[in-house]
Nanobody, 118 residues
Framework: QVRLKESGGGLVQAGGSLRLSCVAH????????MGWSRQAPGKERELVAS????????WYTDAVKGRFTIARDNAKNTMTLQMSSLEPEDTAVYYC???????????WGKGTLVTVSS
């Protein structure tokens, strides 16, 4: 069964750090752009960061630039999101996704909850 599995979410105080991981099972996504999105309560899901298939190109939404770092290890079918200087506004369910060449989402993970307390 092909799936993406996130882990690493939890409760952290403002200013703290968390590291999210996404592992691909059932197939490799080493040739695909991948990304992290988040959905806060009452809000639409938004793309937070993305990374090219070889890791050489990354993109971040303005709200997380300088605080979050996306990375991938294709040998381990793993993508990570290092989050630092967390703010209560970062509270959300974080989802990883793999994209098609056309930029559509091919696969979503089920998400991991990040809660940042003030």
């Amino acid at each position: 069964q092909v799936r993406l599995k996130e882990s690493g979410g939890g409760l952290v105080q403002a200013g703290g750090s968390l590291r999210l991981s996404c592992v691909a099972h059932g197939r490799t996504y080493s040739d695909a752009t991948m990304g992290w999105s988040r959905q806060a309560p009452g809000k639409e899901r938004e793309l937070v960061a993305s990374i090219s298939w070889n890791g050489r190109s990354t993109w971040y939404t303005d709200a997380v630039k300088g605080r979050f770092t996306i990375a991938r290890d294709n040998a381990k079918n793993t993508m990570t999101l290092q989050m630092s200087s967390l703010e209560p506004e970062d509270t959300a369910v974080y989802y990883c996704a793999a994209y098609t060449d056309e930029g559509d989402v091919e696969m979503w993970g089920k998400g991991t909850l990040v809660t940042v307390s003030s």
